[in-house]
């Protein structure tokens, strides 16, 4: 029997019950509708790089994605249109892109996962959400048993948020289709720490090449690139940052960053909450770990259990909870565990 410590990045979780993998979209798609026929409890899987099972594992049906394949058009004028499965890489397909001259993923490169779960959590990082890029997704609805694309208005992105995140039960995601820009350099650059490595001013724009290593070098330095080592055993970042009214904002330390947003709240780093709560880097229990690199990323120090995992997080939480009054909500998705 397989366990989930063989299907995540985090290399810990109990046995998986029933396991299909999935190579073409129709097997993707009847194994889903065999599994919804049979009442079985579904869990799909991509990467299995934001995902935490419990050590009792998942008695019903996993099913792995691992649909591969793009098609794409590309126009001096109007740039490139990327139609990609759900099952394939998400780093590899951002390396294409830049390969084919294409702009506007660069600062998403080096983050774990596949296709299909990028929109899913509408993934970013310095400065920028994969919702910028995003013109459609095509999902097979689970309820109706038909195939449903969304704009990407239709598609709800927030924060790590989407409508497929909200919607678990219903949309399975096949492909998603990408409009981005032909050019050789990347978009302004917003996040302090990539300018000051990159030594350029913030919004500079630099050969998006050049910013795709940048990023990798960055991640490399705090543990989130997944490796096959023991410290880069995780799941990325476990928490998201905070979005906090500005009341809350005002009563945090001047130090703590404060990133303001459309609609009159607050973002403010959940590394920094932690840091500034007690929670260090290196601090393990029993065979977890905070990184060595960055406090947001707990990891596997090789004999971990989940539930190892799940008491390391909590502690974090109530460490921040007592010393700043704010909530740490996890990143990663949690099966099977009561948080």
């Known amino acids: 029997m397989t366990n989930f410590s063989e299907l995540t990045t985090l290399h ?17 798609i009847e194994a889903v509708r065999m599994a919804d026929g049979s009442g079985s409890e579904l869990l799909i899987v991509g990467g299995g790089s934001n995902l935490l099972v419990g050590d009792l594992g998942f008695d019903g049906t996993v099913i792995i994605v691992e649909t591969t394949g793009n098609s794409y058009e590309i126009d001096a004028c109007s740039g490139g249109m990327l139609q990609v499965s759900a099952g394939v890489n998400w780093d590899e397909f951002v390396a294409f892109t830049i390969e084919k001259n294409l702009a506007n993923l660069e600062s998403l490169s080096g983050i774990p ?6 929109p899913i959590q509408n993934i970013g990082a310095y400065g920028h959400e994969v919702a910028e890029a995003i013109a459609r997704v095509r999902t097979y609805d689970r309820k109706s048993r038909t195939i449903k694309t969304f704009t990407n208005d239709q598609c709800e992105f927030g924060y790590r948020d989407s409508i497929f995140k909200r919607e678990t039960a219903q949309y399975l995601i096949l492909d998603v289709t990408f409009h981005l820009r032909l050019g050789e350099f990347s978009l302004p650059i917003k996040y302090k720490e990539l300018a000051d490595f990159l030594k350029v001013d913030l919004d500079a724009r630099v050969p998006t090449s050049e910013l795709r290593l940048a990023v990798l070098a960055l ?39 404060r990133w303001p947003q459309p609609d009159g709240l607050i973002k403010t780093s959940a590394a920094w909450l932690m840091e500034n709560a007690g929670v260090s880097k290196g601090e393990k229990l029993n065979g977890a770990k905070i990184s060595d690199n960055h406090v947001l990323a707990l990891t596997n120090a090789g004999n971990a259990t989940a539930e190892d995992i799940v008491q390391l997080a909590r502690s974090a939480r109530r460490k921040v909870q007592e010393k700043f009054g704010i909530t740490l909500i996890p990143e990663v998705r949690l099966v099977g565990i009561d948080f």
């Open 12 to 28: 810990v979780g109990g046995p998986a019950k029933n396991v299909i993998r999935a190579k073409t979209e129709a097997e993707l």
């Open 113 to 118: 996962g596949t296709v299909g779960g990028a």
């Open 219 to 257: 991640r490399e330095k705090k543990g989130m690139l997944i490796r096959g080592v023991h410290q880069n055993w995780s799941a990325g970042s476990f928490f998201v940052n905070p979005i906090i009214s500005a009341e809350v904002a005002a009563t945090l330390p001047e130090s703590a960053p």
